[in-house]
């Protein structure tokens, strides 16, 4: 049982995940909308896109496990 309950959480785990990673993306395109007029305001957005894109990378990368050795 223990590894059902093992994958029952992980399977949380990944739908709260992805609801998050729903979210960010539809509220980016919002954000674009809203500041396409304003060249600053697009500006800062575009940082702190790449900023949260540097962020994920380095997360992904931290937690991906090495290949196994052949």
Known sequence: MSELTDLQAQVAQN?????????????IADRIEAARTDPAALQ??????????DALAAAVAANTPAAPAP
């Open 44 to 53: 800062a957005l575009t940082n702190e896109l790449r900023s949260m894109d």
């Open 15 to 27: 739908t709260a995940v992805e609801q998050s990673a729903i979210v960010l993306i539809q509220g």
